[in-house]
């Protein structure tokens, strides 16, 4: 996809999905994880499971690792969470991970709809302790305040990705 390749990471409810819509919006080629790479799955083995849970929400690293070896475009952004990011997280230039204050968090997990991830109080329990811990997260990514506007926030990751080439 990209001769460099960059994975934009973060708790559900920092922007990940609306970075990566700005970032197409913008001409850039963005890869939606959450849409084109996930799947539900057993996290130590792949295996893929029934049932929808954020332990096994996983992107098929084969599928990654492909995406990540064609050359065809200067950039690739891959937006979204995955909680087997450690086997494929060598492959990236560059992780950035959105970050959010609770009250913002909050705000936004208010505006999901009904049936979508977060909107249901043990979902958003497990998210506000995930964004508590980082536990799910990349440590060594980029931090990036996503409390900004939008324009902001992609603005801030595409200097961040210019100042590597």
């Known amino acids: 996809m990209g001769i460099r390749n960059y994975l934009i990471e973060g708790v559900s ?3 990940k999905t609306s970075v990566c819509k700005e970032l197409r919006r913008r001409g850039h080629h ?7 790479l996930a799947y539900q799955g057993d996290p ?6 029934s ?4 332990e096994n929400h996983l992107w098929r690293v084969d599928k990654v690792l492909a995406l ?3 050359r065809d475009r200067p950039v690739t952004f891959f937006c979204g969470g995955s909680r087997n990011f450690s086997r494929f997280i060598h492959v990236f230039d560059g992780v950035f991970v959105l970050e959010v204050d609770l009250d913002t968090l909050h705000r936004r997990l208010d505006q999901r709809l009904e049936g979508e991830w977060g909107s249901r109080k043990a ?16 440590r060594n990514g980029v931090p990036v305040d996503a409390t900004v506007p939008l324009a902001h926030v992609v603005d801030e990751i595409l200097r961040r990705t210019e100042a590597v080439q």
């Open 51 to 54: 049932g929808l849970t954020h």
């Open 30 to 36: 963005a890869v939606d994880g959450d849409f084109e």
């Open 68 to 70: 990540v070896a064609d």
């Open 123 to 138: 979902e958003r329990e497990l998210i506000v302790r995930l964004h508590r811990t980082k536990e799910d997260v990349p």
């Open 13 to 15: 409810g920092t922007g």
């Open 44 to 49: 130590v083995t792949g295996v893929p499971t």
